[in-house]
C-alpha cells in the first residue's frame, strides 16, 4: 500500500481499507490537496470522501500503472505498464500509444515542460524518451535507453536515469552524463533542492551534484541500503528510500 507520514502520524492505505492493490508504483498531490495513487491493479484517488478508483473497464488504457503527472489545466496524465499514456479529465479517458509514435509502450516517467510533455519509456528492449505536443509525439531521444526517470530541473535541463547510467537533454540534443569516479549502473531517481543542488538516487548510492561538484553518499557515510531507490527533500531535509525503509 501507500503510507503517509504527517506530523509524527502515520496513515497506512491498502486493499483492506479501499485501495485498489496493494501494489504501489506512483505517488502525486492534487493541487486541491487529495492524492493520486497509481497501482498494479487501476488508479486510485484519495480525498475527503474515501477512495476512488478506475481501472481498465472505466476506460484506463491499463491496470498497471506506473507514473503520474498533473497539468495546470486540470489533466492527469497516467504512464502504463504496456498500453501507454491514458489521459484522465472531466471522468473521461483518452490515450496516446505506438499509433501517436510511443516507440515503447510501457512509461516509466512523465515531466511537463510548459505546453510540452517528456515521457520516458522502458522496456527491456529500450525506448528512451518521447516530446509530446498536442498529445502527439514530435521527437525522439536515445530509443536505445531503457529508462527508469525523468527530472526537468530549474535550468531546463531533462535529466534522464536508465540501466545505462544519467543522460540529460539541453537544448533538445540528448548527451550522456559522465563524471570520474561515478560507478552507477542504474539510476532511478533525481531531486532538486532550494540551493540548486541535484541529488541523483542510484544502484550505488546518492549522488550530490553541483555544478562541476559530485559527492557520493554510500553505505561507508552512514546509509542503511543500497540501491537507492527514491529521493525528495523539505528545506534542509532529504528522504530517501531504500529496500530498507525511508
Known amino acids: 500500500g501507500?503510507?503517509?507520514?504527517?506530523?509524527?502520524q502515520i496513515t497506512r492505505y491498502a486493499r483492506y481499507n479501499g485501495l485498489s492493490d496493494d501494489y504501489v508504483r506512483a505517488v502525486l498531490k492534487d493541487h486541491d490537496g487529495s492524492t493520486w495513487v497509481g497501482?498494479?491493479?487501476g488508479l486510485n484517488h484519495i480525498g475527503s470522501?474515501?477512495?476512488e478508483h478506475w481501472g481498465r473497464s472505466d476506460g484506463l488504457a491499463s491496470d498497471s500503472i506506473y507514473s503520474l503527472m498533473l497539468r495546470k489545466s486540470g489533466e492527469l496524465w497516467i504512464g502504463t505498464a504496456d498500453a501507454g499514456i491514458s489521459i484522465f479529465q472531466a471522468g473521461k479517458f483518452r490515450h496516446i500509444t505506438r499509433n501517436q509514435g510511443l516507440t515503447s509502450n510501457q512509461v516509466r516517467g512523465l515531466v511537463v515542460d510548459g505546453d510540452r510533455v517528456w515521457?520516458?519509456?522502458g522496456s527491456r528492449a529500450g525506448g528512451g524518451v518521447a516530446l509530446i505536443e498536442n498529445e502527439k509525439v514530435t521527437r525522439m531521444f536515445g530509443s536505445e535507453l531503457a529508462v527508469r526517470a525523468l527530472f526537468l530541473d530549474s535550468k531546463k535541463r531533462l535529466w534522464i536515469?536508465?540501466?545505462?547510467?544519467?543522460?540529460?537533454?539541453?537544448?533538445d540534443e540528448i548527451k550522456a552524463w559522465n563524471n570520474?569516479?561515478?560507478n552507477l549502473q542504474y539510476a532511478f531517481a533525481f531531486y532538486e533542492d532550494e540551493r540548486g543542488v541535484l541529488w541523483a538516487a542510484a544502484d550505488d548510492g546518492l549522488y550530490r551534484i553541483e555544478k562541476d561538484q559530485v559527492t557520493s553518499i554510500g553505505i561507508s557515510r552512514g546509509l542503511p541500503n543500497v540501491p537507492?531507490?527514491?529521493?525528495?527533500?523539505?528545506?534542509?531535509?532529504?528522504?530517501?528510500?531504500?529496500?530498507?525503509?525511508?
Open 39 to 41: 497501482t498494479s491493479a
Open 228 to 246: 537507492i531507490l527514491g529521493v525528495t527533500g523539505q528545506k534542509e531535509t532529504l528522504w530517501i528510500c531504500t529496500n530498507k525503509g525511508v
Open 2 to 8: 501507500v503510507t503517509r507520514i504527517r506530523t509524527g
Open 161 to 171: 536515469g536508465s540501466t545505462a547510467g544519467i543522460f540529460y537533454i539541453e537544448n
Open 119 to 121: 515521457a520516458g519509456l
Open 49 to 51: 470522501n474515501g477512495i
Open 180 to 182: 570520474p569516479g561515478v
